[in-house]
């Protein structure tokens, strides 16, 4: 018999608070806890059995979908046959991995993989591999950046919330990102590359380890890099010295709905790419793909994660590439998210508290604004939809540097006949801060 589990609401909240570290229970996005009890594909249910939408992909995750079969069936059968091979040792799932993540990259190099068990420790592997490999130190990141929790990712994490009060790694500077709803230089791409110019002159050696970019910020709120950007802070940051570090946690996996990966649109080549989350649908996995002299450099030391490359994750991750080309999901993003960034313009036709959607494929946003002019964050009023949203059925998340974004990021499966349903709720949410005579 397996230990029994205590489901109660108040048991829950008061074991979580009794025994989890304050930092680790601080993050509770709603006021009344959440708590999920069972995922089929796009939906999820709370213990009570109510169904939601997770337009969330519990914080993207999820990728092709909860309890996907093709990856539940791949999960067990390698648990059931061996469920860790430490990689002092052989085993020829994550090695197939290696080799299927390897082929998703851009033709003309050598990828090689170094898996690890989250984002962070992704970023951290690859600030070292761009330090070590260039032999400088000073890297840049784009304000407004979340790279992850860990001591190394936190430093080239611009989003002040994530950053402790602690002394950070040292040679990390912050570039403005390239908002074009609200970047301190407007709209363009120009502006923002000088402003790597600068960066460079004045706040570092002016020789590079590497530059940091998601190539759409996720927390920051779906920031996507305009066009040209990727490309001329790849050619400054080379000249510099530096490599080209793409972060594709979040956007990675095909869900910004133009190719598996979202610089591919860009016409760049990166020298590092981080993916985590979407990559095990679930259970935990990263891993930094890599140019191979890049990692080559590093051969003379060992650099060993004891659960990296565990097969059960490796296995999973194998089904997702697989599911995701199966299913044709990456179009499946493409065409569902451009339906669902209709709804959402034509929701902000109605709603003058919407200032701005914005979004490809399924990574979607809508910023709130108490006045379009001149663009003043609506927090208040963002919390209020968000809480609205849960009511109606949806999981989404409150996300950007003023809390004034709902961010929408589904698992790659959600269908055409879940927009009328996810745009009713969101209609039902806005209509709800109208009633209660709060605009
Ligand atoms: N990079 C990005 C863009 C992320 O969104 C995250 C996590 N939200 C990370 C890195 C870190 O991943 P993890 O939480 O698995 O450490």
Known sequence: ?????????????????TYYAASQRAFVPYQKPLILKKGMMQYCWDEKGN??????????????????????????????????????????????????????????????????????????LSIMMARASTGNHDILALRNSYHGATYGAQAVTGVQGFRHNVSQLSNVSFVAEPNQYRGIFGEGTDPYLEEIDRSIAYTTSGELAAMFIESVQGYGGIIQMPPGYLKGAAEKVRAAGGLLIMDEVQSGFGKTGDAMWCFDHHDIVPDVMVIAKGLGNGIPIGAVVVKKEIAESMAGKLLFHTYGANPVACAAARAVLQVIEEDDLINNAKTVGAKLHEGLKQLKDRYDIIGDVRGRGFMQAIELVKDRD??????????????????HG???????????????????????????????????????????NLV
């Open 1 to 17: 018999m397996t230990k029994a589990v205590d489901w109660s609401t108040q048991s829950i909240i008061d074991r979580r608070d």
């Open 374 to 391: 001149t663009k003043e964050p609506a927090p208040d009023h963002t919390a209020h939809v968000f809480e609205h949203t849960r009511e």
């Open 51 to 124: 169904k939601l939408i997770d337009l969330l992909g519990m914080n993207l995750c999820i990728s092709v979908g909860h309890a996907h079969p093709k990856v539940v069936e791949a999960v067990t059968e390698q648990v059931q046959q061996l469920t860790h091979c430490t990689t002092m040792f052989h085993h020829p799932v994550p090695a197939h991995l290696a080799e299927e993540l390897a082929a998703t990259m851009p033709k003309g190099h050598e990828w090689v993989v170094h898996f690890t068990n989250s984002g962070a420790e992704a970023v951290d």
């Open 394 to 436: 949806l999981i989404l998340s409150k996300s950007g540097t003023f809390k004034n974004v709902l961010r929408m990021v589904p698992p790659l499966c959600l269908q055409m006949e879940d927009v009328e349903p996810v745009i009713d709720a969101l209609d039902r949410s806005f209509s709800d801060l109208e009633k209660e």
